[in-house]
């Protein structure tokens, strides 16, 4: 039987922080807050704040409710009502909890929208799923920002540009007649500087994995780590002690030379050390975990930790820039990067994370995520030798959860890493 | 003047060239001529035209294309029009083909974009950021200088910078161009037995991949064959055929439709030829703001452009009842996220106009479709049995 997982001061942070997220949403009238609701790509946690909503994140809602085993059923729900088994489960879930009365994973109602501001960053599905929820909820202001796409794998002062200019002309004044409240650019540089300090926490929480044994999880406890500051946390005083904290638990176990920590206890021995592409499976996250843990694969980097913003190399929020800065944030997404810069972005992590292997958990529902992944891999696994695994599941619609299929798949992969590394010390000895 | 048929055999012939020798013959006659692919939905052609360039069309391999590598760059899961068209690029069909547009109409559209770069195919690669913003003075300056960024490829190739003139001039030939294809829908919505929809689907299609002058010649003698009253009416409804603008169903499929009772007065197969409504203003002196202000003005609905100041239940509706039509077939191609999540919001619509459709899916190579034919035979059945319903729109 799995035992408890172990709690650290920063896990109880984050869960306190969390709760009173969620608290506050239920309480939002009561509170007088306007509520926006947004996506975690490109998400313009600043502006939110310096306008005093709340936000509520679709996606956060649909990964949770399938930790707690509910997207199932609201998955269907949704198909019951002409959605297709095909599309986004995320989508599906999130309608489907609409349509059972938007009870949010905590189990408190959800306040509905005062403005649906769609960043669309990365995906094109969120485009589809706030018309769909523009349609549920006629009376919220909608919020377009088009984040253009990196496609030349760079971001231009055109772009840059297009989108301060749709901040200034459109999102600021909306914001501005929806809350009453008048547009304070010195709250926001306060706010970004907060930023860009959890920024340089997250960064050096995840360069963390350097050390051998590395003593976090950047995928399985990565998407834990990455909560506040892509939660609405990102620009606020509480997500700096949340990292601070963090980081200090991490510096203790390097000092001990402790692995990651597990639903199970600490990870005893760190047999192989992994990149990992692609977001998790929710819906049987810690079965998922565990096989690797099982097998001593410790994830030392992972694109889906990226999602939220890639500060790799070495981008942050600056308060110098505050809109310039907002429309950089928002472009530098992962997803919103070009398949040869996410191809070397997992490079970039192979190599400075002294990875044995690449990974990727290719997302049936997810095509911003998905299409692309196979050529992706081939190119990792040519340039720079290095064995790769492919599974497949599904964000949160446990239909596409096939547990004995991906363990069976990562057991032959973890044997090709075995036999790579016995030839490897058999190489070295001659 | 050629006969009808020939017109439209020449058509089919073109349209359906996975070697685009038409375009290979039109480029070697002349140095300095660039060709440009580009893909699904839509593409402002004139800016290729003007700049000395013919722009190409990649509808996908359809039926006609077996596919072997592209599978092994997409999962299952994941719709069939970007392996067929890795597998005609990685076949070397497309070798004579200089640069590659992408324009944004979907995250796989997107992705594959990355994947030709990454797999160095053509001399360049751009996905064309369509703007969602549609304030001219943002999204138009925006999508401006998307086209600039097109021009400044070609121009890297053949040392050629277009002029208002010539702009002007190819922005006109597109315009000829749409109102003739106009004119064929405006003919078939009262008499659609004079030309099948798959006539009308292969004469469309061949305009994408041929030169735009040749193609309006085309479309004019057909035009002239269809004013005549040709062919008999058969005793068929009207349908509107919706979510078919990417991975285009095969030919067959096309023909089953109309085979099993429907008369097709409206679709969206050919989207992007179809796009802009009306003419855009081919006088201009900024004939690049004037092509923003159209697609920002005057665009067809699509899946790929954000819409709720203008929601799209309501267009199609209006598109169903100016074509007289009994209802709509939604057809999406298989993993079709745009086509499939649209769905729902035109059903629950429809639902509640009283406006009748079906769906089903399809997928390029799928030329099996007893079941759809079925299915498309019992709907049009069950609307003639209520055809004096009052909801039917008509
Ligand atoms: S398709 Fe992928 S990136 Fe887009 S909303 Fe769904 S899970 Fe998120
Ligand atoms: S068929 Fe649909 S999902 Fe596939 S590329 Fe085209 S628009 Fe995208």
Redesign the pocket.
């Known amino acids: 039987m799995a035992q408890e997982a172990q709690k650290e001061k920063s896990m109880i942070l984050q869960k306190e922080m969390i709760e009173g997220l969620f608290n506050d949403l239920a309480n939002a009238k009561e509170l007088g807050k306007k509520v926006c609701y947004t996506f975690i790509p490109g998400n313009l946690s600043e502006l939110i704040q310096t306008f005093d909503m709340l936000i509520v994140y679709p996606?956060i809602n649909a990964l949770q409710n399938a930790m707690r085993k509910k997207s199932g059923g609201y998955i269907k729900e949704a198909e019951r009502n002409a959605h297709s088994e095909d599309v986004?489960t995320?989508?599906k879930c999130d309608v489907g909890m609409m349509m059972k009365g938007n009870i949010g994973p905590t189990g408190q109602k959800l306040p509905e929208p005062d403005v649906l501001l769609l960043s669309y960053t990365?995906?094109f599905?969120?485009m589809k799923?706030f018309e769909t929820l523009k349609r549920e909820y006629p009376n919220a202001t909608v919020i377009m920002v088009h984040t253009p796409y990196q496609e030349n794998a760079e971001i231009t002062p055109e772009m840059t540009q297009y989108m301060v200019k749709q901040f200034k002309e459109e999102v600021i004044p909306k914001m501005e007649e929806v809350t009453g409240i008048k547009y304070d650019e010195a709250k926001l540089k306060r706010h970004l500087k907060l930023s860009a300090e959890a920024e340089d926490w997250i960064t050096k929480i995840f360069d963390t994995t350097k050390h051998k044994p590395s003593p976090i999880d950047a995928y399985f406890a990565g998407v834990y780590y990455i909560g506040p500051i892509n939660i609405g946390f990102r620009g606020t005083q509480k997500a700096v002690d949340y990292y601070k904290e963090l980081y200090k638990e991490i510096q203790i176990r390097i000092e001990k030379g402790l692995g990651p920590i597990t639903p199970e206890g600490e990870m005893k021995e760190e047999k192989y050390r992994l990149v990992v592409e692609g977001?998790p499976n929710w819906t049987s996250f810690r079965e998922f975990w565990k096989i690797f843990y099982d097998m001593g694969a410790v994830i030392v980097a992972s694109s889906y930790t990226k999602v939220g913003g890639v500060y790799d190399y070495g981008w942050r929020h600056n308060p110098d820039r505050p809109l310039e800065t907002l429309a950089e944030y928002c472009m530098n997404c992962y997803?919103n990067m070009n398949i040869p810069q996410r191809i070397e972005l997992l490079k970039k992590c192979i190599v400075d994370y002294k990875a044995d292997g690449y990974v990727t958990n290719s997302i049936k529902?997810?095509?911003?995520?998905s299409a692309g992944q196979l050529g992706m891999m081939r190119e990792i696994e040519d340039s720079l030798e290095v064995p790769v695994g492919f599974i497949e599941s599904d964000?949160v619609d446990p239909r596409y959860f096939s547990y004995s299929n991906i363990k069976n798949r990562l057991e032959s992969y973890f044997q090709m890493l075995e036999q790579r590394k016995k030839m490897e010390k058999e190489t070295a000895a001659v | 003047m050629k006969e009808l048929n020939e017109l439209i055999e020449t058509c089919k012939n073109y349209a359906f060239d996975l070697n685009f020798t038409k375009a290979k013959e039109w480029k070697e006659a002349k140095k300095d001529r660039v060709l440009v692919g580009y893909m699904p939905i839509y593409f402002p052609r004139e800016i290729i035209h003007a700049a000395g360039g013919m722009p190409v069309g990649i509808f996908g391999g359809g039926d006609n294309k077996q596919i072997i590598k592209g599978d092994a760059y997409y999962q299952s899961y994941i719709c069939h029009i970007p392996r067929s068209i890795m597998e005609i690029a990685l076949d070397k069909h497309m070798e004579h083909i200089d640069g590659f547009i992408f324009p944004s109409i979907c995250d796989v559209i997107r992705n594959l974009s990355g994947v030709f770069k990454q797999q160095k195919i053509g001399k360049f690669v751009k996905y064309m950021d369509f703007p969602q913003n549609f304030l001219p003075e943002i999204g138009g300056v925006f999508y401006q200088q998307e086209m600039e960024h097109v021009l400044k490829y070609i121009k890297e190739i053949n040392g050629k910078t277009p002029s208002t003139d010539e702009l002007n001039h190819s922005i006109s030939l597109y315009n000829r161009n749409r109102s003739l294809i106009e004119f064929i829908y405006k003919i078939r919505q009262e008499f659609p037995w004079r030309l099948s929809i798959e006539d009308v689907y292969n004469i469309v299609r061949a305009g994408t991949v041929i030169p735009v002058e040749e193609h309006n010649s085309i479309l004019e003698e057909i035009c002239e064959h269809i004013k005549e009253n040709i062919g008999m009416p058969q005793d068929k409804i009207k349908v509107v055929v919706s979510g078919a603008f990417c991975e285009q169903p095969s030919l067959g499929l096309i023909r089953a439709i109309e085979e099993a009772g429907c008369y097709v007065v409206d679709d969206d197969y050919m989207l992007g030829s179809r796009m802009i409504l009306g003419d855009i203003d081919a006088s201009s002196n900024n004939p690049l703001e004037a092509i923003a202000h159209a697609y920002i003005n005057q665009s067809q609905y699509s899946s790929s452009i954000y819409d709720v100041h203008n929601p799209k239940e309501n267009r199609l509706a209006k598109i169903v009842k100016d074509r007289g039509a009994d209802g709509v077939i939604f057809a999406s191609a298989s993993f079709c996220d745009p086509s499939l999540l649209d769905a729902p919001i035109f059903q629950n619509a429809f639902d509640k106009m009283g406006i009748r459709y079906i769906a089903f899916q399809y997928s390029e190579n799928i030329n099996q479709y007893k079941v759809i034919k079925e299915q498309v035979g019992t709907f049009s059945d069950s609307i003639k049995l209520w055809e004096d319903d009052t909801t039917v729109l008509a």
């Open positions: 996606e986004c995320y989508v990365g995906c599905t969120f799923w977001p997803t529902s997810c095509n911003s995520f964000l």
